[in-house]
T-cell receptor, first 109, second 116 residues
């Protein structure tokens, strides 16, 4: 069983739609990271959270530590949001992030 | 805004050759990392480095790999004798302090290594 499961693997949306990407993990974590990987390959950190909810612009990330589940939401999606979104938990007393396989999002005008 | 830089952006090498991938982390960061991503696969942790020594490494990081911080700014990954399966995108990252996974990691743009 993978330590990190993301769903869906692929997602297409029309501009303006509300997007939800889910992440379940099996390890105990110190923090969970949401990352965005652009078509060119670059990786950008979106959020790091260990409890509750964080919001940045149109992006919202939530985490439920007891259920080992996190979600990333995008409100009013836009074609420029098209990218791969990666969930990466960081387990206790470790430096490494454990990467999920990512969710490929395409937003069409 | 400070950023992590990596050179070269693309490196082509022959099997058996040594390669050095270079990274300049953000200047006040103390933890440094290398990750790799084989085409079509997920990103994998290779190694973390703190206080001039390896703090953690994965099973992938065998004797063919080494890391070094030769001066106050560069952080390098050396692959001694490249194999075809080393072809991947290699990402450098850095974070401020503490146990790395509890701090935001900033990623460089990556070096695409192609071994022929």
């Amino acid at each position: 069983k993978n330590e990190v499961e993301q769903s869906p693997q692929n997602l297409t949306a029309q501009e303006g739609e509300f997007i939800t990407i889910n992440c379940s993990y099996s390890v105990g974590i110190s923090a969970l990271h949401w990352l965005q990987q652009h078509p060119g390959g670059g990786i950008v950190s979106l959020f790091m959270l260990s409890s509750g909810k964080k919001k940045h612009g149109r992006l919202i990330a939530t985490i439920n530590i007891q259920e080992k589940h996190s979600s990333l939401h995008i409100t009013a999606s836009h074609p420029r949001d098209s990218a791969v979104y990666i969930c990466a938990p960081g387990s206790y007393n470790t430096d490494k992030l454990i990467f999920g396989t990512g969710t490929r999002l395409q937003v069409f005008p | 805004e400070p950023e992590v830089t990596q050179t070269p952006s693309h490196q082509v090498t022959q099997m058996g050759q040594e390669v050095i991938l270079r990274c300049v982390p953000i200047s006040n960061h103390l933890y440094f990392y290398w990750y790799r991503q084989i085409l079509g696969q997920k990103v994998e942790f290779l190694v973390s480095f703190y206080n001039n020594e390896i703090s953690e490494k994965s099973e992938i990081f065998d004797d063919q790999f080494s890391v070094e911080r030769p001066d106050g700014s560069n952080f390098t990954l050396k692959i001694r004798s490249t194999k075809l399966e080393d072809s991947a995108m290699y990402f450098c990252a850095s974070s401020e302090a503490g146990t790395g996974s509890s701090y935001e990691q900033y990623f460089g743009p990556g070096t695409r290594l192609t071994v022929t």
